[in-house]
Structure formats: C-alpha cells, structure tokens
C-alpha cells in the first residue's frame, strides 16, 4: 500500500517526539533503536553512557506518538502486539534502563484506574487468579506460592525457598506459643499451601483460609484433602470485610495489594476484630516508596484490575488508630527480585506450552503469542522494580498489645 502525506507526516511527528522524550528523558545508558523506516537511531545518556544498553525495534510510529498520553499502556501494548521489538533477555536491561532513568515522582499520565470498589474485587481477583491452575503451575513450582520466596542460602531452588518463606513466617506467628487448639486465620489464602503447612504444624489447631478466587478455591481444598488435614482446614470464598469469628493468629500474604487506599482503615480494623487479645497479626505485602505514584496504566488493565501498593507509611498511618502495635518490620525486595527471575525461567522454559495453552482457551481473549509476551514483560518489570526500582516486599508482626516477654530474633535467622 503506497504511503500518503499523512503517513509521511505521522512519521515525521514520531521522529521528532522520540528524539525529544529519549534527549530529555535518558540520563544513563544507551539505546539503539531501528525505527519504522529502518533507520538506526542511537541515543547516550546525557549524565553518562555507563548503564545498561539496550537494542529494540519499533515498527510502527503511532507507538511514539501514544506514549504522550501513557507511555505505560504504549509500550506495553506494543511490545504484546509485537510493533514494539525486544529480546525476552534484553527486557532486563530494558527495565533496568527505565528505572535507573526514571524521574523521582510520578509523572500523571491520562488514565482512569479500574474500581476496587466491594463489589468488584471478586471480578478483579478472578481476572488475574483464575487464569487457571495449570498455567500456574507452569511456573510457580510445586508449592504453588504466588509470593516473594525467602533465601535463607543463596543457593536454594525456587521450592527450596519457598519452604523456607514457611519457615519464616510460621517462626513470626509463634504458632509454638498458641494454645494445643487455637484459631489460625489465613486472609487471601491462594492455592493453599500455607494454611495447610500451619495445620501440619499446629497438630491441634483450626485453620480458616479465605480467598475470591473459584480456581484457588477449588484447589486449596483439594490440596488440604490430600494432605489429610481436611477436618482441621476450612477454605472459604470470603472477603476480608465479612470476617466475623475471632482468631488467635492471622496471617496475610500478598492479598494486602488488592485492598485499595481508601479501605486501608477498614482492612485493620476488621483484622483487629478479627484477633484475639494476646494475638498476633503477620502482614506480607509488596510496597512502595511513592505514595502518590499509582499502579500503572499497562499493570492495571492487563495484571492487576484495581490493585495498588502501599507505603511503610501508609501502613502505618492506618493500622495505628485501629489499634494495632508494631512489633517488628523487614524487607525483603532482594528476595523478590530473585523470586521472579526463577519465574521467568520457568516461564520461558514453558514458553510453548503456555502459548499452546493460551491459543486453546483464549486466555485474555489474545493469541497465544500476545499473552506469553504480556505475561513475560510483568514478570521481568516486577524484577526490575525490586531489584533497580522502588519497589519493596514487607513483612510485619503487629499485635494488639505489648507482650513484655524478652524475645530475640534468632529463630528467623537461621
């Protein structure tokens, strides 16, 4: 098809938009891009050409042009739709790029997020979470943990680590000091593993996990059946506002993201109701250190629907008047980045499957391709914003009240 003026015009506006955005925005690094008329363009930080290089192709020129109203959803959506040409390898260094580039708060861009209202978290779960089991299991490993892995040696395999994430939290909850048959209380209990590694610790114990996801549902009671722990493990489709039972521990991993802002107070609230006196609450949770800086546009409507990450602060300015003390905190965004780095191995090492799998049941509505490359390009930004950017993984010990036993934290550092 032959070009006309508008095209000529279209490219031309792209040319001089992304020269502006790369002079403007590159600090470190370099870039070499072939663009949509095969020209090689090479653009070198104006700070210093030491950092991370990075080779693409862009084939198309509206790409550019998109990126002025969200550069998120434009690199995105291009690099799923394969306009937008890069290395699955070289995307480490293509967010690394991003993030050593990145200005120090958060640029608005025209975007309204999805809704995390009551009544459209059951949906945004799903969206994410029932993709299926089997896709899961894919790159999860055994375990089926969907969370940030703990390396207590550098050494440890994906499952290793993800044992020993147990261990860590299971030491934080003091499981040894609750009386033979209390009351465990697992918020957003995923595939299940968790709920079912505390009842195999706590003989005696009552094990409650609640969770909006039918798939996970569906595959934490069978996991519970298996490993013979049924009669004391209980799953349930519940949300985190219609807890009404009392509790001796609780314990929260990964579900805090999907709370929402507005309903940081409530989520703490309900929790405090939720534990008995001489309790204790563990919260595991990604966080950030902008609180202004929302999830974005490309993460919200392709991966999490109506998610958003809190600060420590934040945290803290919320569960405070609700009551709680804070026992202790750490961070373990290491632990993260190197959580989704085997992901992506895995990930990559079932590529044909996935797309096998995607094209079968028209994951997402897109073609096996789209959705490998949509699911990849989460994986290693999640990476990169662990491991370059602002992104932490926090854990916390909060009770209602100070315990005055004289404790030190040798069992958690083994």
């Known amino acids: 098809m032959a ?109 309204r997020g999805s809704s995390n209202a009551q009544q459209n978290q059951a949906r945004n779960i799903a969206y994410h979470y029932d993709l299926g089991n089997d896709y899961y299991g894919l790159f999860l490993g055994a375990t089926m943990l969907y969370s940030c892995a703990y390396f207590a040696r550098s050494d440890m395999s994906l499952d ?49 996990g609640i969770t909006l996801s039918d798939q996970q549902l569906e595959y934490a009671r069978r996991l519970a059946e298996r490993e013979e722990v049924a009669e004391r493990v209980e799953f349930r489709k519940l949300g985190y506002q219609d807890v009404d039972e009392q509790f001796d521990r609780i314990v929260s991993v990964g579900m805090f993201e999907h709370v929402g802002k507005k309903d940081y107070g409530l989520f703490f609230r309900v929790m405090h109701r939720a534990l008995a006196d001489d309790g204790v609450f563990v919260l595991h949770t990604i966080t950030q250190q902008d609180p202004a800086r929302r999830v974005d546009a490309w993460t919200d409507r392709y991966i999490f629907p109506g998610g958003n990450l809190p600060t420590k602060a934040q945290i803290a300015l919320s569960s405070e008047p609700a009551g709680w003390y804070s026992e202790e905190t750490e961070d373990l965004a290491p632990h993260y980045a190197r959580t989704l780095e085997l992901w992506w191995e895995n990930h990559a090492q079932h590529k044909a499957g996935i797309i096998e799998m995607a094209d079968a049941f028209k994951m997402e509505k897109m073609t096996g391709e789209e959705f490998y490359r949509m699911r990849t390009l989460w994986l290693i930004g999640s990476w990169a914003g662990f491991r370059h950017g602002k992104l932490g993984l926090t854990q916390l010990v909060l009770s209602k009240t100070k315990t005055g036993e004289l404790r030190t934290r040798a069992h958690q550092y083994r």
């Open 160 to 208: 290793e680590a993800q044992h020993a994430k147990v261990d860590h939290i299971v030491a934080k909850l003091r499981l040894d000091r609750m009386r033979p048959n209390g009351r465990v209380l697992d918020v957003g209990s995923g595939w299940g593993h968790l709920a079912v590694e505390i009842a195999k610790r706590a003989p005696k114990a009552r094990v409650v």
């Open 3 to 111: 070009r006309t003026f508008r095209d000529d015009v279209t490219r031309q506006a792209a040319g001089v938009l992304l020269d502006g955005i790369m002079h403007a925005g590159l600090q470190y690094g370099q870039v070499d891009l072939l663009d949509w008329n095969d020209r090689r363009r090479r653009y070198v930080g104006r700070t210093s050409a030491d950092g991370p290089s990075v080779r693409l192709a862009v084939s198309d020129p509206k790409v550019v042009l998109s990126c002025a109203a969200n550069a998120s959803l434009a690199v995105g959506e291009a690099y799923m739709g394969g306009t937008l040409v890069i290395g699955e390898k070289e995307l480490f260094s293509f967010f690394e790029l991003i993030a050593k580039n990145a200005p120090r708060t958060a640029r608005r861009q025209l975007y």
